[in-house]
């Protein structure tokens, strides 16, 4: 054979060869495809369980457990001393860390000074409803026992239950795999602010709707109720307070009416209210909810990998994706775009400083006023406004990036809060002069150490007790779970016994 020739067979050969590949991977693709839109269902009864989607998702359940690369703790407390002043006397106090990845969400909960450290299932500060938020398990306990049994009791009635951390479950129906959400607060919510539920929702606004399931404002409505047996019984039940509207205005109005208080301050006396994360809320008016963009199309942008297309689980922040966040809908390079958005947090941190420092000292300086005599009276307008200017406060930044999300509505209501502080500091100077008090100056909360003393927070008995409680009924929990075939630690629990925390350092 001549050498041309040779060369044309071996290249035709490798053609060939090539292509019966590429035909067998299409053929691949296509059973593929073909299984995963007929996947089989998920059984109903391990379906809390996240690995149990695995084979049936495979790419979905891999970048969902990348959530466990999100794993920077930040200790808002040092970050932000003011806020152990802020919320004296209540749990915020004693330990808060900015958020991070789902993976942590549950053992973040459970490691928390704010959860205490119970001995048995009676014990401890907090009530179940401090779970809604966190667990895979949630839902399947409220179809199981009910709503109202679920709400009611200490948080630790369910730590043997409650053992598997943020999943497919609370997003997804196990029987179809669409986007589906089972706790039944979310579709009350709607229904009193008079929006669609869920069920009736767009498919673009279920893509936010599964993720205010929990990143959104609530409170605990004490219920009363009688169980099958006839005891009366009092739950805890996670409420939204939109029947006013999602706006910050609308839900203080709502609290105000309902007489509702999250805690009396321990400094100042005031009845205040704590915002939770109005994350949905705060984000509904921003422009890019206007324009239609959801939370999935940033928190998780379709990602390629060959022939085929699938959401990215990671949920982490967008600024890590933009090519694939951002870029489908801007032209401005990458780095520009962040640079905008680092100007508006900028932006935001300088009115969240201010508002945080006003608060601070009047809460002090309404202290300093009743030591010198004032009356609750003489006081009642001062609390007022501390209560109001405190409740947008925290509207404004506890829902993290509202900054992003809605930069206009985020600084209105900082600078409302900073406002209403000032109003509350100026009626003190003068409460303060009529009780011969000139000149006062608050005493100096310029590090977590120095706060929390003011606060009075007994941060080293609280942590030797949680470390007590971590080395013993936590554990049992976890055995408990294993032998009621509820955890499957060895893929479920891997790094999380150290999980890092504020006091662990
Ligand atoms: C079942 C409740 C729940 C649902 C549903 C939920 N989240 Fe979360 N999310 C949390 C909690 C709790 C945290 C804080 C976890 C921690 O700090 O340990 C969190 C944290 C986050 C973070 C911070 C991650 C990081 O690495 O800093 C992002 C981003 C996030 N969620 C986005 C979303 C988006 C987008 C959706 C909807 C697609 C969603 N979440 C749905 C409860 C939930
Ligand atoms: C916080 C909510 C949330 C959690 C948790 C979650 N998903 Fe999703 N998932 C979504 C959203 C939102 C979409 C986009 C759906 C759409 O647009 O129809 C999605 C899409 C999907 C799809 C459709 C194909 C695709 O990739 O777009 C599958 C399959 C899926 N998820 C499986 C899973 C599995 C398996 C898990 C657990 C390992 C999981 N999801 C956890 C919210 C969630
Ligand atoms: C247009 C894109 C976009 C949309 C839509 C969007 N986000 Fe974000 N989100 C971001 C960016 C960017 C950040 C990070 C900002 C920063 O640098 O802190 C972020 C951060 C977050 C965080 C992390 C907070 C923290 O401090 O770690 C949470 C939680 C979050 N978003 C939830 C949501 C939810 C819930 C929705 C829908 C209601 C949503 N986001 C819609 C872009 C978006
Ligand atoms: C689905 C399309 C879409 C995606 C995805 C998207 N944006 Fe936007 N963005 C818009 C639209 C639409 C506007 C409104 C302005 C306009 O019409 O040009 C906007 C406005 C903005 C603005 C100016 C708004 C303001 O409040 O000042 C910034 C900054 C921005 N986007 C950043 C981002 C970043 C960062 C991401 C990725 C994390 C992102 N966007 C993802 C569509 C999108």
Redesign the pocket.
């Known amino acids: 054979m001549n050498i041309i020739y040779k060369l044309i067979l071996t290249a035709a050969i490798v053609a060939i060869g090539a292509m019966t590949l590429l035909a067998g991977s299409i053929n691949n693709k296509e059973a593929e495809r073909i299984a995963l839109a007929t996947a089989p269902i998920v059984q109903e009864a391990v379906q809390h369980k996240s690995e149990e989607w695995e084979k049936y998702y495979p790419r979905q359940y891999s970048s969902w457990k990348k959530t466990k690369d999100g794993d920077e703790l930040l200790d808002m407390l040092k970050e932000k001393p003011q806020l152990s002043v802020l919320w004296a006397g209540y749990g915020f106090s004693k330990d808060y860390n900015a958020p991070r990845g789902h993976y942590y969400a549950l053992q973040d909960n459970v490691n928390t000074l704010r959860t205490g450290a119970p001995t048995d299932g009676e014990t401890g500060p907090m009530p179940t409803a401090c779970w809604t938020c966190k667990s895979t398990d949630v839902p399947r306990i409220q179809e199981r026992d009910g709503e109202l049994e679920y709400f009611t009791g200490k948080w630790a009635k369910y730590g043997n239950e409650i053992v598997n951390t943020i999943g497919c479950a609370n997003c997804h129906s196990n029987e179809t795999g669409e986007l589906a959400v089972r706790i039944l607060h979310l579709n009350k919510g709607l229904e009193a602010a008079g929006l669609p539920k869920f069920e009736d929702s767009t498919h673009q606004e279920k893509r936010n709707l599964v993720c205010a399931q929990c990143h959104s404002e609530y409170y605990f409505k004490k219920t009363k109720w009688t169980d099958e047996n006839g005891n009366n019984k009092i739950a805890n039940v996670v409420t939204y307070p939109w029947a006013n509207g999602l706006t910050v205005e609308g839900m203080e109005k709502y609290y105000d009416d309902e007489n509702f208080t999250d805690w009396t301050h321990k400094i100042s006396k005031t009845k205040m209210l704590k915002a939770q994360h109005p994350g949905y809320e705060l984000f509904k008016t921003?422009?890019?909810a206007q324009?239609g963009?959801s939370c999935a199309?940033?928190h998780m942008p379709y990602t390629q990998e060959g022939s085929v297309k699938y959401s990215d689980h990671q949920l982490q922040n967008?600024?890590e994706t933009?090519d694939r966040?951002?870029m489908?809908?801007?032209r401005e390079n990458e780095k520009k775009?962040?640079d905008?958005?680092h100007r508006?947090f900028e932006r935001k941190e300088q009115l969240h400083e201010l508002a945080m420092d006003n608060l601070a000292k009047a809460h002090l300086e309404t202290a300093k006023a009743m030591e010198a005599g004032a009356s609750d009276s003489e006081l009642e307008a001062v609390r007022a406004d501390i209560r109001s200017a405190q409740w947008k406060w925290d509207y404004a930044v506890a829902s993290h990036p509202g900054f992003?999300h809605a930069?206009?509505e985020t600084l209105r209501i900082l600078s409302v809060a900073n406002e209403t502080a000032m109003q509350a500091r100026l009626k003190l100077v003068s409460i303060l002069a009529d009780h011969n008090v000139r000149k006062y100056i608050a005493p100096d909360f310029s590090t977590k150490e120095k706060a929390q003393k003011i606060a009075g927070v007994p941060l080293q008995k609280l942590v030797d007790e949680k470390l007590k409680f971590k080395a013993t009924l936590e554990k049992e929990w976890y055995k408990q779970a294993e032998k009621n075939y509820n955890l499957n630690a060895k893929k479920s629990r891997v790094g999380l016994d150290d999980a890092q925390t504020a006091y662990s350092k």
Do not use: N, Q, R, Y
Request: overall charge positive; charged content about 20%.
């Open positions: 921003g422009i890019h324009k963009v199309d940033c967008p600024l933009m966040s951002c489908p809908c801007h775009l962040k905008i958005v508006k992003f930069p206009e």
